[in-house]
């Protein structure tokens, strides 16, 4: 106990000064205020093709600030201004003055091609035993075969763990605050999700729900000026009201800005976009685009556009995360053959779009008005 009582006297310490009183949800008037300050948002969520997972990205022994850099000219080139990035826990942990500067120098180049990423603090997605080091390589024919969830099972479920996870948000935001460079943070990609590809996770979404309420919490008490939110996934009622899950209503109540995910047909994200139009306030699509699916880029980013959702498509470059891989190929993996079209991705390992058709509409519409959807030519 005694043990118990001084590590938390250590970590308190190591907490940056907050203020008194944690700033407020934003009002619908302050998250429409900045909406306004923004350009029409478009881009990827954002892994540079030499990582497998977030850990591989960003550990100091396989960071790529020279691929970084020239992927992210990639998206300049056809009009993207905004990234979703995946941050990690255990990375604050192991070097939290290293991971600092590489989110810093991440930042530095980004700016300069124009691009605010998103970050994304917690994960519930893919693997819930994540190890620093040394990623494995990725399993032959299988889509996001080495992804990691942030916290994992066994941290999740000791609530001791739950200060050190209060010291990385309050660390990491309270470091990049005021930094203009940042568009925003999403606290927690798809809380709910339950990761069924892997064993032993029973009663893991009350213990995420009760996190996912302390870390906007944590997040507000940092004072950030940017917004914060927790996209919405599953489930088809997301109305005021509605009957969404209680994760939905938790998610929807606390967030600055409404953020959602969907792999649908065009009839459905649109369905979606008007249910969250009640909330009043900015709408960003945050994860979309799965052709296999129906979730289309052709389909989906006009809908978009006309009214004025921010868009940003699971997967950019071809490389270690093997999205281009539909989610089957974890029952069927595609070793014998490709797919008939990717699942995920805009452009190919060595830089030439996969399809310049998809790369032509994103530019046409990221350099039209907002709410302005151009005509074909």
């Given at each position: 106990m005694r043990m118990r009582l001084y590590l938390g006297v250590a970590i308190a310490a190591m907490l940056p000064a907050l203020p008194a009183e944690a700033r407020g949800r934003w009002t619908e008037a302050q998250a429409r205020a900045w909406y306004d300050r923004q350009p029409w948002l478009v881009g990827s969520n954002y892994t540079p093709a030499s990582a497998i997972n977030q850990l591989e990205m960003w550990q100091a022994e396989t960071w790529d600030p020279r691929r970084i850099d020239h992927e992210l000219g990639l998206a300049q080139g056809i009009g993207m201004n905004t990234m979703r990035v995946f941050l990690h826990d255990q990375l604050w942990v192991q070097d939290p003055a290293g991971f600092q500067r590489r989110i810093d120098q991440y930042l530095t180049i980004a700016k300069a091609h124009g691009i605010r990423p998103l970050f994304v603090l917690f994960d519930s997605c893919w693997d819930p035993d994540p190890k620093l080091g040394p990623q494995h390589p990725p399993i032959p024919g299988v889509h996001n075969s080495g992804w990691v969830q942030g916290p994992?099972?066994?941290?999740?479920?000791?609530?001791?763990?739950?200060?050190?996870?209060?010291?990385?948000?309050?660390?990491?935001?309270?470091?990049f605050k005021d930094d203009p460079r940042i568009l925003g943070w999403d606290l927690w990609n798809e809380p709910d999700n339950g990761a069924d590809q892997y064993k032993g996770q029973e009663g893991k979404e009350p213990l995420v729900r009760a996190m996912l309420a302390q870390v906007f919490d944590w997040a507000r008490a940092a004072e950030p000026s940017q917004p914060l939110t927790s996209g919405v996934w599953q489930g088809n009622d997301w109305t005021p009201g509605g009957k969404g899950s209680a994760m939905d209503r938790?998610?929807?109540?606390?967030?600055?800005?409404?953020?959602?995910?969907?792999?649908?047909?065009?009839?459905?994200?649109?369905?979606?976009?008007?249910?969250?139009?009640?909330?009043?306030?900015?709408i960003l699509c945050t994860e979309y685009m799965a052709r296999g699916n129906g979730s289309t880029f052709d389909g989906s980013l006009p809908i978009a556009k006309r009214y004025n959702v921010a868009m940003m498509n699971w997967g950019f470059v071809d490389g270690r995360t093997q999205t281009r891989l539909p989610w089957d190929s974890w029952k069927r993996p595609y070793v014998l053959e490709e797919p008939t079209i990717w699942f995920h991705e805009v452009f190919r390992g060595d830089g030439t779009p996969y399809r310049q058709a998809e790369t032509d509409l994103i530019r046409r519409l990221a350099t039209a008005p907002k709410g302005v959807v151009p005509a074909v030519r």
């Amino acid at each position: 106990m005694r043990m118990r009582l001084y590590l938390g006297v250590a970590i308190a310490a190591m907490l940056p000064a907050l203020p008194a009183e944690a700033r407020g949800r934003w009002t619908e008037a302050q998250a429409r205020a900045w909406y306004d300050r923004q350009p029409w948002l478009v881009g990827s969520n954002y892994t540079p093709a030499s990582a497998i997972n977030q850990l591989e990205m960003w550990q100091a022994e396989t960071w790529d600030p020279r691929r970084i850099d020239h992927e992210l000219g990639l998206a300049q080139g056809i009009g993207m201004n905004t990234m979703r990035v995946f941050l990690h826990d255990q990375l604050w942990v192991q070097d939290p003055a290293g991971f600092q500067r590489r989110i810093d120098q991440y930042l530095t180049i980004a700016k300069a091609h124009g691009i605010r990423p998103l970050f994304v603090l917690f994960d519930s997605c893919w693997d819930p035993d994540p190890k620093l080091g040394p990623q494995h390589p990725p399993i032959p024919g299988v889509h996001n075969s080495g992804w990691v969830q942030g916290p994992g099972m066994a941290g999740l479920r000791d609530r001791a763990n739950w200060p050190k996870y209060r010291t990385y948000v309050q660390g990491v935001i309270g470091a990049f605050k005021d930094d203009p460079r940042i568009l925003g943070w999403d606290l927690w990609n798809e809380p709910d999700n339950g990761a069924d590809q892997y064993k032993g996770q029973e009663g893991k979404e009350p213990l995420v729900r009760a996190m996912l309420a302390q870390v906007f919490d944590w997040a507000r008490a940092a004072e950030p000026s940017q917004p914060l939110t927790s996209g919405v996934w599953q489930g088809n009622d997301w109305t005021p009201g509605g009957k969404g899950s209680a994760m939905d209503r938790l998610q929807l109540a606390q967030s600055d800005v409404i953020t959602f995910h969907d792999y649908s047909w065009p009839e459905t994200f649109e369905r979606r976009v008007k249910q969250l139009q009640g909330y009043n306030r900015p709408i960003l699509c945050t994860e979309y685009m799965a052709r296999g699916n129906g979730s289309t880029f052709d389909g989906s980013l006009p809908i978009a556009k006309r009214y004025n959702v921010a868009m940003m498509n699971w997967g950019f470059v071809d490389g270690r995360t093997q999205t281009r891989l539909p989610w089957d190929s974890w029952k069927r993996p595609y070793v014998l053959e490709e797919p008939t079209i990717w699942f995920h991705e805009v452009f190919r390992g060595d830089g030439t779009p996969y399809r310049q058709a998809e790369t032509d509409l994103i530019r046409r519409l990221a350099t039209a008005p907002k709410g302005v959807v151009p005509a074909v030519r």
